[in-house]
């Protein structure tokens, strides 16, 4: 066998393994976002994660410290598909108007789901009670933020930076409070109620 054939073949094993550990890693996922809609994240456990997609709990920890990183990814998933059709409309938004319009669209999405905002509730209780998960859930990429706020609306504001900074923060802890509300089972305040809100105070804080 020459030293072509051995690098030839090298590659392809190598590609094979990075392919069977893509599939391990996705059936997983899949498991895990069964596992956690039907049990909640308290009381789902890697065991159950790892039997419901008949692999054993080693394959887990070659990807996962924790199911709350597994969540952390499943999270991040379904976030950037939300906000990849959000950025897509601001693309296309005129004006301050039509950009709060598409921001609040995303975030009834978001609530809709009504099942996932309730584990994604459970599991920020945790969170916040585990250092380097509570680290993490603080980025971005997992939760709204002011400076999120500021750079959708830096595009249609002027000199506004700061007031779209203070509007992210409220809405922000709108948002979550009308989590936490809901969890608890008060559901006089509803998502129509919220958009109403947030509408007034975008209003005020762009002036």
């Known amino acids: 066998m020459t030293i072509g054939h051995y690098m030839k073949g090298g590659i392809f094993m190598v590609s094979r393994q990075q392919q069977k550990s893509e599939t391990t890693r996705s059936e997983l996922m899949k498991a895990a976002v069964k596992t956690f809609k039907e049990m909640g994240f308290e009381e789902a456990t890697i065991s159950e994660i790892t039997c419901e997609a008949g692999y054993a709990k080693g394959n887990f920890y070659r990807y996962w410290s924790s199911k709350g990183d597994i969540f ?11 906000r990849d059709k959000r950025d897509e409309k601001l693309a296309e938004a005129k004006d301050f108007d039509e950009a709060l319009e598409i921001v609040l669209d995303f975030l009834t999405t978001l609530l809709d789901d009504s099942r996932w ?10 969170a916040a009670k585990t250092k380097d998960l509570r680290e993490k859930l603080l980025q971005g990429v997992y939760r709204l933020s002011p400076e999120i706020f500021a750079d959708i609306f830096d595009p249609f504001t002027k000199n506004k930076r700061a007031k779209m900074e203070k509007l992210g923060a409220v809405v922000t802890a709108l948002f979550e409070g009308f989590l936490i509300q809901h969890q608890l089972g008060y559901r006089k305040f509803n998502t129509k109620d919220l958009r109403e809100v947030i509408i007034v105070l975008a209003e005020h804080y762009n002036n």
Do not use: N, R, S
Not at 72 to 82: E, F, N, V, Y
Not at 117 to 126: M, N, P, R, S
């Open 72 to 82: 952390l990814d499943i999270m991040g998933q379904k976030l950037k598909q939300h």
């Open 117 to 126: 905002a309730d584990i994604f509730l459970e599991f920020t209780v945790h």
